[in-house]
């Protein structure tokens, strides 16, 4: 994991072990925590128009950057108990779907492609 | 940003452009894609124990990693497209947290703590 | 409840009693399962323009109607061992929004309503 | 759909109309808002353990049950703009669900069935 999010990593760690609260942070429990705070990170966009998602007033823009940490912080909790590398399974996910989405086949198509090798 | 995280908001800008998937990618369109990819990493824990949740069987770890991997390039093209540092909002809501959930106040408690006077 | 979501209700139990299934059908479990079709029902929705959302080709259409169908089963699924009744809680909550937001002080906007002190 | 539900629909409808807020209501937009309801009620849940969950304290149901209202009514509205049945949608999938999970072959096991053709 890249330097700046393993630090952060262990900061959760060290978070959640003088508070002990490791007994809440399963996979499972985190998960859900994550998916609670992305609920929150979705519902500050919900009334936007597509044009006004990408001017924020400066109240919304705080409050998107607020959900977004929260998010960015479950998120590497969750790897950090899993001992997964987000950066490796970011980039290895990244080159299926660059494979998978050839730039000829699919410019300017929102079309999914049929699943990956990889997914099965 | 960190620099693997930057490393990567640049691959993202460069496989979304060679494709013209600028268009598609709002804010808003992509909170929406995080939240789908997010649901695809809960029901990878939904049945499991918590105690099965922090040892996953190789294929559910593998599909897990998969699914993490989803949901960080997302949320690192959010970011990007908002302008928004994911390693600064996660470390000014890390700090946020260490100040409303006191060690010795919520020591082994699932409480929540009041909302912070930052999320007004 | 309504008859017809009781008796979905009553297909659901007898659907996992059948299958040795209540032993997953924790609420906890449940609500789990619920955010993920909820985050594949979003995903149907995350590329199109508001306008194509009013007006989705057959093909998606038949898609929505699908995860429509998979969220419903959870969630009457999940009131049902929580002992909730779906409908009560929708009037109820209808009812407090309407307290809420007064239509002429709210009509027209997006705001949101200061919390109602039934959230406390 | 049900008398009940449908009940709820024209009310919804209603509401909407004299805040002059049919211009949010998008399938789009609510979609995302039951998006953002299902991630409050999964909140809720987050911390409890599997038996917790079956037995929330009196406060806890009271906000499981505000959040089952509020994921209800969404999913009602949405349902009403796309012109969904939600019953029959319900219906249509948990038939076909019966199909997918042969009791004597899923019996006890949390192991996900092949996608039906239907889905495809």
Redesign the interface.
Known sequence: M????ER?AV??RE?AR????E??H????L?????????????????????E??N?DPGA?AR???E??????Y??R??D??G?D??E??????ED??RR?A?DR???S?EKAPPSS??A
């Open positions: 890249t330097t700046e999010l952060l900061r959760l978070f003088v508070r002990d609260w007994q809440f399963t996979p499972k429990n998960a859900m925590a994550l998916a609670g705070e992305v609920g929150e990170l979705v519902a500050e966009f919900q009334w936007l128009t597509a044009d998602s990408k924020p823009l998107m950057r607020t977004l940490g929260d998010v960015t912080l998120l590497i969750l790897a108990v899993l997964v987000l950066v399974a970011a980039q290895a996910k990244l779907n660059d989405y730039a699919y410019r300017g929102a990889h997914d």
